[in-house]
């Protein structure tokens, strides 16, 4: 699969933003070499800093092609963006009526920010080099390739208390069976300003 698309298979020349190009110009429009900020890696600041979006530091390695990134999950990315700046002006509503987001089209959208987030934790997986488990690649492609639930793959958004500003990418939990090395879970969330997003994959038997 190196430098080939996971998605489609063909030629990877894409880096995808870890996190969306528009939320990082939101919440760090001033950056500079002047006014940079810290790269975080489980908690840790490292030595080095970012003073430009521009920063190869927000991009995954190249693992997709240009056609899937934009032409195929542009819906996926304008139904999240669409959903999380609901959630952004609305903070501490916890019951949502969908319906007034995407209109009566609303399971349909729900499903595309579910592909949304399904790229990205997929192309984070990979990018992390993980590999002591078997990765569900062909299950999340053929999701986002047709438009089609993954079954075993979950999200769930939450309101937290952090400051704005904040904005979050987690590292991978890996949880296994008892005593074994089967993998039983896979985890990782994403915090943006008030909104964390909570992804997890359940491995069948």
Not at 6 to 16: L, M
Not at 39 to 54: A, C, D, M
Not at 74 to 81: E, K, L, S, T, V
Not at 143 to 153: A, P, R, S, T, W
Request: aromatic content about 14%.
């Amino acid at each position: 699969m190196k430098d080939k698309c996971w998605i489609c298979g063909n030629k990877a020349d894409s880096g995808e933003h870890i996190i969306k190009k528009s939320i990082l110009e939101n919440s760090f429009s001033n950056i500079s070499q002047k006014k940079p900020i810290f790269w975080r890696i489980n908690g840790k600041v490292q030595k080095n800093i970012i003073g430009s979006l521009k920063s190869k530091k927000f991009h995954f390695e190249k693992k997709i092609c240009s056609k899937c990134n934009n032409e195929l999950t542009q819906p996926y990315d304008n139904a999240f963006d669409k959903l999380l700046n609901y959630l952004s002006c609305n903070k501490g509503n916890n019951k949502i009526d969908l319906s007034k987001i995407f209109g009566k089209d609303y399971e349909k959208q729900m499903l595309y920010v579910k592909l949304y987030l399904a790229k990205i934790f997929m192309t984070k997986l990979l990018s992390s080099n993980i590999k002591y488990i078997d990765l569900p690649v062909r299950e999340f492609a053929e999701g986002i390739l047709n438009g089609k639930d993954i079954e075993d793959f979950f999200i769930d958004f939450k309101y937290n208390n952090y400051p704005t500003n904040y904005i979050v990418s987690s590292d991978f939990e890996v949880k296994f069976i008892k005593d074994t090395d089967i993998p039983l879970s896979i985890k990782q969330f994403i915090t943006i300003d008030s909104i964390t997003i909570e992804m997890i994959y359940y491995y069948r038997f």
